[in-house]
């Protein structure tokens, strides 16, 4: 069950975010963030933020770990995603993916048909979700049908 993987999961979800966003590019920003993304057959799987001089090309974490997922093969099976994130990697507040990180996210859940469970977490709190909570009414692949 989802439930259960997540529960036994979580803390390896949460440390391996930790450890990704040990791993940004961020010159510009100072603001490092690492996301980690848990599928049903216990995977986890990583990416950190990558600014770029021209701010807009900038990548997400979450971005780069649902391409990292992606050119795995993984075409489904998302069960949650933990996002962790600070100035100069010292976390404060929990934070959540921006709206582009929900939508790319919806994607990847949507080839899986799943609801993954978001973790924003902060130093002293982890705030649990959702992503149709996070990102209600989505366009998805079923809209261009």
């Known amino acids: 069950m989802k439930e259960d993987l997540i529960a036994a999961k979580r803390d390896a979800l949460i440390a391996a975010a930790r450890q990704a966003m040990g791993t940004a590019y961020a010159p510009y920003s100072g603001f490092h963030v690492g ?7 216990g995977a986890i799987l990583t990416g950190a933020n ?7 090309l900038s990548l997400c974490a ?8 992606a050119h795995a093969g993984r075409r489904g099976g998302l069960v949650a995603v933990a996002v962790i994130g600070g100035p100069a990697g010292a ?19 949507a ?7 978001i ?12 992503l149709s ?13």
């Open 133 to 145: 909570v996070l990102l209600p009414n989505a366009f998805g692949p079923a809209n261009l049908a």
């Open 50 to 56: 990558f600014e770029n001089a021209s701010y807009g």
């Open 62 to 69: 979450e971005t780069v770990a649902c391409s990292i997922a």
């Open 35 to 41: 996301a980690a993304l848990l599928f049903d057959d």
């Open 119 to 130: 973790l924003c977490v902060g130093a002293h709190e982890v705030v649990e979700m959702p």
């Open 91 to 109: 976390v404060e507040a929990a934070i959540s993916p921006c709206g582009r990180c929900r939508q790319v996210v919806n994607e990847l859940a």
């Open 111 to 117: 080839l899986g048909g799943t609801d993954p469970l």
